[in-house]
């Protein structure tokens, strides 16, 4: 955040509480009223989240329980730029189609609501619920800006508010902060999580350039346990928003993996997302990871972070990241609201020769968006370049499945173009020669608002005989899962014009086209 951003932000915070009366608590923001043009404004998307108005960024506190899954996120009801960060809330029942909530979490005293996680504690270890109705745990980082201001390196503190009526309201711990900062500034985004072999709750809480391991018997007292990342993953950046859960590989053999989020740092410069995977014991992390991994190549996924409390009858790991960069998050080309989620999307831990790789790809519940009047497309050659039809699918709301054959040959690169009658294309390409697959959005759309937006994001991918895309694009964003989820690419896009032509492409060689699937989207509002 700029110095300047800082002393608004600072003033905004002292006023907010100056003029409150005491014992009021702020109006819970109702938000735009539905209009024939709801959620219709350009770049609006219509299967992703958004908030309705204003400024939304790192999802928070993602929990399921009785039935919804909660979505909290960083929110400022009161403009499109960052500023106080309150949680704003969402629920959803089958994690496609979501219904915003009043404003869950406000700015205090304390500080500002940074992000953090939920959890329910079944077990009642709080005292704050009972075992028939346990309490649902919201663990935050404060960020007090005045002693940001002052100079201090304490202004980064962790504390708790807990919900009995399904995370409804919500009253915030009495002997707040539960983890002050030793002195270390960058001290915050704590997500916890129960283990079982300890019998205790476990943070993992992001510290500069590595992240910092505390338990505790009850989430109100806290004992730090050990550090990890010194010497191991990125360093481009500071480190946010860590996770970590375990999960089974081939449904056998348990491993831990984590998340990191960096800024700057990604692979294809400003903010991303790493990962590790290896072992916990309930007091340390030890990765068996080599080099630098990233759950998404694009330049579009950061602080993404994993549902709690998922059902064991489930069983899967559903992850939910914001869709934006923070080179140019501030002034992208909308103005209502400001930014999106990714899809949320299934995680997957797969041994890969001798090494463990993350897989992740859209969780099914999407496939109920599908329209009833799908396109498929069976064996075709491309040449040069070809124009391809999928009648009355709108290429700016649909899910896209290609399956490529290069029958052997190591073809200079094939791939797809979208384009409208402005001359902007968006192009997704892959090359067995030079093992890339790349998003070139240099000529898609808009991006004078921001120097750092245009370009390409470039992903190392060994480029088997067949490769499968599997697209999703709503108005203003492109999710590429390549191969079922071994690699993602996330990228945002702002065409003048929405795209109507589609091609397929080959330069150096011919491939074949072996079947292709087109669907529409419904919207989700």
């Known amino acids: 955040m700029k110095k300047s951003s800082i002393d608004i932000a600072v003033l905004a915070f002292i ?70 960060m309150h949680w704003g809330h969402a629920v959803s029942t089958d994690l496609v189609r979501w219904q915003h909530l009043p404003v869950a979490l406000y700015p205090d005293s304390l500080g500002y609501i940074f992000s953090g996680s939920a959890v329910v504690d079944k077990n009642n270890t709080s005292g704050l619920g009972t075992i028939d109705s346990p309490a649902m745990i919201a663990i935050y980082t404060y960020h007090n800006p005045v002693l940001e201001k002052s100079g201090s390196n304490t202004f980064q503190s962790q504390g708790f508010a807990y919900s009995t009526d399904k995370g409804r309201t919500w009253a915030k711990y009495a002997g707040n902060p539960v983890l002050k900062s030793p002195e270390i500034k960058d001290f915050r985004d704590p997500k916890v999580i129960w283990h079982h072999a300890t019998g205790k709750w476990i943070m993992i809480l992001a510290v500069q350039d590595r992240v910092h391991f505390y338990s505790s018997p ?102 939910l990241g914001w869709m934006s960069n923070w080179q140019y998050a501030t002034v992208v080309p909308t103005q209502v609201w400001r930014s999106a989620m990714t899809i949320p999307r299934e995680l997957v831990l797969k041994k890969d020769n001798h ?40 290429l700016n709301q649909c899910e896209m499945i290609l399956e490529f054959n290069t ?17 902007e294309k968006l192009i997704i390409s892959c090359s067995g020669k030079s093992e890339q697959i790349i998003i070139d959005r240099s000529s898609a759309g808009s991006s004078l608002f921001s120097r750092e937006f245009s370009g390409s994001a470039k992903a190392p991918y060994q480029v088997a005989n067949k490769v499968r895309f599997r697209l999703l694009i709503d108005a203003a964003s492109v999710e590429l899962f390549v191969d079922s989820g071994k690699l993602v690419m996330t990228n945002l896009v702002f065409p003048a014009k929405k795209y109507g032509n589609l091609q397929l492409f080959s330069a150096g060689g011919d491939i074949l086209l072996e079947k292709a699937e087109f669907y529409n989207l419904k919207g989700i509002w």
């Not at 094939?414 to 001359?423: E, K, P, R, S, T």
């Open 218 to 319: 009850n989430l109100i007292n806290w004992t730090f346990e050990s550090e990890f990342g010194k010497e191991t993953g990125a360093h481009g950046g500071v480190w946010e928003c860590p996770d970590l859960f375990p999960l089974k590989v081939d449904g056998n053999v348990l491993k831990w993996v984590m998340l990191v989020s960096i800024n700057p740092g990604g692979p294809n410069s400003g903010s991303a997302t790493q990962y590790f995977v290896g072992e916990f014991d309930g007091h340390s992390f030890a990765s068996e990871t080599d080099g630098n991994r990233w759950v998404d190549w694009g330049r579009d996924n950061y602080a993404g972070v994993t549902w709690s409390n998922i059902p064991e009858s489930d069983g899967r790991r559903l992850f």
């Open 355 to 394: 090494d463990y790789l993350l897989f992740s790809f859209p969780v099914k519940e999407l496939e109920m968006l599908r329209s009833d009047n799908p396109v498929f497309m069976t064996s075709k050659s491309i040449s040069g370049e070809t124009t391809i039809n999928p009648d009355g699918i709108d």
């Open 15 to 84: 006023m907010f509480f100056a003029m409150m009366p005491a014992g009021c608590k702020p109006d819970a923001g109702k938000g735009i009223a539905a209009t024939d043009s709801y959620y219709g404004e350009q770049y609006r998307p219509q299967f992703h989240f958004s908030p309705e108005a204003n400024w939304m960024n790192d999802p928070n506190g993602m929990v399921y329980y009785a039935g919804e899954y909660h979505l909290f996120y960083q929110y400022y009801p009161d403009s499109n730029v960052w500023g106080p």
């Open 407 to 423: 029958g052997n040959t190591a073809v200079d690169s094939f791939g797809i173009l979208l384009a409208n009658d402005q001359g």
